[in-house]
């Protein structure tokens, strides 16, 4: 099965359908199933390698041969509700709570589970098809996030439960796009590198979400000016931990 794909949307089309098609889309291939990072097994990053790695799933699309895409810092800038929706939900809300409370943790927002009819900023659907079919491709999963300058104002998160073993990692890789994690990394161990498929987020994982959510890191900072204010955040996370 495929993996997921995060699109991104102005606020012109929310209240649409649910995005089946958006507008940036990385789908990873199968062929990297059996691509290993050697040095992303363990501790022991160095500053560099980790500034790379934020620099690359905050502003860089990994399967696209590097070219930059949007390329400015997008982010939550209040807190989230968040619903449970779709297909066998009960059976899944702890494993989401206990997911959601992490990422709160590392973000500083907030994110309450509140019922569908309370407008939800972040929903997340569970279906039982098999797949998505998103740009004519099949995938397990994706992310489609709303922004309105910069600002993430909604996202949704789709997730087949055809393949029970999936639900972790893909619940954890879309998060990281929901929160405004674009992009994909094969630098370190990271439930947004595809070839590891990680069930939950790692170390590395968290850091990103820190820094992206440190108030230093401003809204709509591009990716140039981003570069010395991610590299001294990590520097400082690192001498701390
Ligand atoms: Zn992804």
Request: aromatic residues 10%; negative net charge.
């Amino acid at each position: 099965m495929g993996l997921d794909c995060w699109g991104t949307m102005s606020l012109g089309r929310l209240g649409k359908s649910p995005v089946r098609v958006p507008r940036f889309r990385w789908c990873a291939s199968l062929l990297l199933t059996g691509f290993l990072v050697v040095a992303c097994q363990g501790g022991g990053q160095s500053d560099e390698r980790l500034t790379r790695f934020i620099d690359e799933v905050m502003f860089w699309g990994y399967f696209d041969n590097h070219v930059p895409q949007r390329g400015r810092v997008a982010k939550w800038t209040a807190d989230l509700s968040v619903s449970v929706e779709g297909h066998d939900a009960g059976r899944y809300l702890s494993r989401i709570e206990a997911q959601l409370e992490r990422f709160s943790e590392w973000t500083g927002l907030g994110a309450t589970i509140t019922d569908t009819a309370s407008s939800p900023s972040l929903k997340i659907i569970l279906m039982a098809d098999d797949d998505f079919l998103v740009n004519r491709e099949h995938v397990s999963c994706y992310a489609s996030v709303y922004t309105k300058a910069d600002r993430i104002v909604a996202a949704e998160v789709h997730i087949s439960l055809a393949e029970e073993e999936e639900f972790d990692h893909c619940l954890s890789h879309e998060l990281m796009h929901a929160f405004g994690l674009r992009y994909h990394s094969g630098i370190v161990q990271s439930t947004l590198n595809p070839a590891h498929r990680e069930a939950y987020p790692t170390l590395w994982d968290e850091l990103a979400l820190q820094v992206l959510y440190d108030a230093r890191l401003s809204l709509s900072t591009n990716r140039v000016e981003a570069g010395s204010i991610i590299q001294d955040i990590v520097r400082e996370h690192m001498a701390g931990s």
